[in-house]
């Protein structure tokens, strides 16, 4: 348990990401869609009307620090309280201490980081003095609230979610560092735009490690004849560990490599696709945009081939989600595997292609009568709904009545491969689709 003093400047010693903590809303950077003009936060910081909250988010992207503006907007007392360290003794402590200063007109904040390691009794001991408004209580939590605080607690905070910060606020971050007098501002510092946008990637939306990792590259960085400190791509690459430093996924080897991904997937590769994959993952592209593709992938490039490969990508999109870097490369690689080792139709693709140019090309015929629904006496007067067929009336499931306007009669779009289970649906369609010609029963 900590009680600070927000007056208090002691950062000639503390790592530069302790440096550069904002002290207003102005100086932070990221969750623009909590703290930007308008957004719910900021309103209610702006008119002083904070409540009890919890901050849900990974680690670096600014719950402390947005608990720590928040207490200094609104000039209140700021106790931080470590789930490792406190019991109900020092809750109760500082509850005392939170309700003398309710007394004399001062507002405590209490911020709990990590209060998913509280365990249940610190928990409710913190609900009375919730409840009575001695303190507002900020929790902070990289796990699902819904799962790790008590639902009496939490149904008394709002639940604010923190994203990942961007490459883009990370990029700004950093060349806040360089300028600002908290930081580098009074040293020469020569490193490249491409750089700093290489820690950002790396990074992977955590502040903290982009701080931590362009304070490390300059602290070994070369002195320069002219007294400049020069950050080279050799130390920086020491500093990430990295070989793929500068791969820029902006820019054409991004493309390349997610075009060798997927042609090696396509071309029933495994090995190249694994290969490609850890390229991208090792330069730092972010792991949902690679998840996201071979969403694509299973239905663009396998389809009904294997009905399980959309399911199968959706689930490690979802893992990828739940856990990130660097857990989530096998999942990653299970998948990539898996698409790779599929059955190959394209049948998906085509037939969405070839609708969407009919679509854009030809008239936008109105819906035949029969399949129009009829929900008004009015509209069953004019014809709607007239002559529909109830599939589920007929023996076979079906009927010839015709669904596609008169001028698209017989139009194929889906044309079903012979690989893997398309082929059963290619022989069912060919059976339906002669027996909707005129054949007298279903083969």
Request: charged share 25%; with cysteine; net charge negative.
């Amino acid at each position: 348990m900590e009680q600070l003093n927000l007056f208090d400047d002691r950062r000639e010693t503390a790592p530069l990401a302790s440096r550069l903590r904002p002290e207003n809303l102005s100086e932070y950077i990221g969750q623009q869609h909590l703290v930007g003009a308008g957004k719910p936060l900021r309103l209610l910081i702006d008119r002083d009307q904070i409540s009890s909250m919890i901050f849900w988010g990974p680690p670096g992207v600014g719950k402390t620090t947005l608990a720590r503006v928040i207490a200094r907007h609104t000039r209140a007392a700021f106790v931080e309280f470590s789930a490792v360290t406190s019991g109900i003794k020092e809750v109760k402590e500082v509850m005392a201490k939170a309700e003398e200063n309710r007394r004399m007109g001062v507002r405590t904040i209490l911020f709990a980081d990590e209060i998913h390691r509280f365990n249940k009794a610190q928990q409710d001991a913190f609900l009375p003095w919730v409840e009575k408004g001695s303190i507002v209580l900020i929790g902070a939590t990289t796990e699902n609230p819904s799962f790790e605080i008590n639902a009496a607690l939490l149904s008394r905070c709002k639940v604010f979610i923190l994203k990942p910060l961007t490459e883009d606020d990370l990029t700004q971050l950093l060349h806040q560092a360089l300028t600002s007098p908290k930081g580098f501002g009074g040293q020469r510092i020569t490193i490249e735009e491409a750089q700093l946008r290489a820690i950002a990637r790396f990074a992977a939306g955590d502040a903290r490690t982009a701080l931590n990792t362009l304070e490390m590259a300059i602290l070994n960085g070369e002195l320069t004849p002219d007294g400049a400190t020069a950050v080279t791509d050799g130390i920086l690459a020491d500093c990430m560990n990295r070989r793929s430093l500068l791969y820029d996924k902006n820019g054409e080897e991004h493309y390349n490599l997610i075009s060798a991904l997927h042609k090696s997937m396509r071309n029933s590769d495994p090995d190249a696709a694994v290969y490609w994959l850890c390229r991208m993952l090792d330069g730092g592209e972010e792991p949902l945009y690679i998840a996201r593709r071979l969403v694509r992938f299973a239905s663009e490039d396998v389809g009904l081939a294997d009905p399980a490969a959309l399911p199968l990508a959706v689930s490690v999109y979802q893992a990828c989600h739940y856990l990130g870097m660097p857990e989530c490369d096998v999942h990653l690689t299970e998948a990539v595997v898996y698409l790779a080792m599929a059955p190959k139709s394209n049948a998906m693709e085509v037939a969405c292609i070839q609708a969407m140019q009919d679509v854009r090309d030809k008239p936008a015929e109105p819906v035949p009568m029969q399949i129009r629904n009829a929900p008004t006496a009015l509209m069953k007067e004019v014809g709607y709904g007239e002559g529909y067929q109830y599939a589920h009336d007929y023996a076979e499931k079906m009927t010839r009545m015709a669904c596609l306007p008169d001028s698209l009669a017989g139009r194929r779009y889906y044309l079903p491969t012979e690989q893997g289970r398309e082929a059963e649906v290619k022989t069912r369609l060919e059976k339906i689709l002669a027996w909707k010609a005129g054949a007298e029963e279903l083969p």
